[in-house]
């Protein structure tokens, strides 16, 4: 039997960087990871192929009416950061204290931004982030500049950006994870494909994602090794309940159990409380980690939306992830309350319009690409808040369940309205005559891209699942590193703040 000083669960944007943290301690590292290596081919970048799933998990999650339905979750050695849009944002100072909502009040954190900057700097460091300071006012204070300037903004997007500022909002370059060679950006974003970043696999490896960045990092050391199409069944402790010794992992249809002195969760929201809950024992009849009851529960996932903005004004506009537009992040003079962040995404497929706006279509005789290439289209995020109710479960037979109803959909529908009164007045500043037509829709029960919040952290172990250090407060030796342990979700995108946390609790461990 080999024991490992660490096992980390799972390869995301927690476990894939976490792993990059510690494996230069020469530390004994094992990577269990359920998935594959993500094939290079040539559907990576094929819209159809993509939209079909190619790449998505075909596991079904059931909801609270006992309903099947298809997650937008994807098991690869990255995670979910293999198909993300690399759009690395800091929460904002005030995401960290306690905020009134349309809602309720969404909860403090236990640390405050000041305890999680040192980390941004670095996470942002590790996943090349390109942005431009000071553009944003809501912006939290920095003591670097991003790692490399903000890639420029194309034409129609730059004409687009001046003119929301002369609305008198403040558009500004949303930071990008991408691993370019800096003396030749035009080329290489040519090669890249930057029309096909969002939501696709990169097969170049450009995308700083935590495949490339963190396993790939990780695995230059001897030390540390990775398994893979490993799905981790069940935590097991040792004969005093106090300390976990040992993971037992489904591979090709057989079991196999790895030993290790600390193990670490990183499977992402849903997965790790449900892991956590299929762990239950003698000792843990609740499932590991879950003396409070909590594990599982206060599931967040963002009010995400997507809106397609037509207008007669063409958008040739290749790259199109360029603007977010933070200006209502705190709310509005029509708003006490926060109503999110607005980004640009990438830029919708033609072929894919058609399943997107469907019937409620009025293209007047137009073709599709006719009408990809006038639109412009946005994500929208406004928080969600936790509640106890909204949750992760897990049946008999292990398979999950998730709870969730959507709340603070106010917030959603202003920023929505936001973004429309935006837009028009644009059409009016161009002096388009064909006013401008909004197609889209609010992400249901599938999307769970921006999962959070299952294991929230804290200081009370009544009251949260995990230490400050994201150590289970019930456990000596198990921590959870994704986004499970955010107490509240903002409205701005996870990853960089699962990467951050990542670091810091890796160098806790190291320290310990
Ligand atoms: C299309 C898309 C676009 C996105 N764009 C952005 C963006 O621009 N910016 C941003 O910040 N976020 C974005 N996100 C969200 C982002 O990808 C997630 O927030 C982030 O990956 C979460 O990291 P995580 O470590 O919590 O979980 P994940 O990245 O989901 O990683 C969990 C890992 O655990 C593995 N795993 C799960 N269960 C088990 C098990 N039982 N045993 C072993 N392994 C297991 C999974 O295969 C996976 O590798 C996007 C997501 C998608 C899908």
Redesign the pocket.
Known sequence: MQQFDFII???????GTLAHQLAPSGKRILI????DFLPKEKENWDPIAVAQGRYKTTELWRDRNQQLFSP?Q???V????K??????LRLREQDFEARPHFDGVSPAWPLKYADFAPWYDQAEALYAVHGTRGQDPTEPPADTDYPFPALPFEPRMETLATQIRQQGYHPSAIPLAIRLPEDAQGSVTDRINMELY??YPDPTGAKAD?HVVGIQGALQHPNVSLLTN???LKINTDSSGKRVESVTVTHNGTEETYFADTIVV????V?SAA?LLNSANEQHPNGLANSSGLVGRNLMVHNNGIVLAYSATPNPSKFQKAILIADFYHGAPDSLYPLGSIQNMGKADPLLLIDAVGDDMDTNGRDMDHFAGHIVDFFITAEDLPQPENRVLVDETGEIQVHYTANNLEAYQRLHAKLVQIMDQVAEQEGVGESTKYYGFKLGSGGV??QNGTCRFGTDPKESVLDLHCKAHDLDNLYVV??SFFPSSGAV????T?MANALRVGAHLLEN
């Open positions: 669960i799972g390869t995301g944007a927690g476990g269990l990871e359920r998935g937008y994807h098991y690869w990255g995670g979910n950061t198909m993300y849009g690399g759009a690395l969002d939501g935590s490993r799905k981790a990183a499977c992402g929201a997965n892991l891209s921006h994704d986004t995108n996870p990853s960089l699962a």
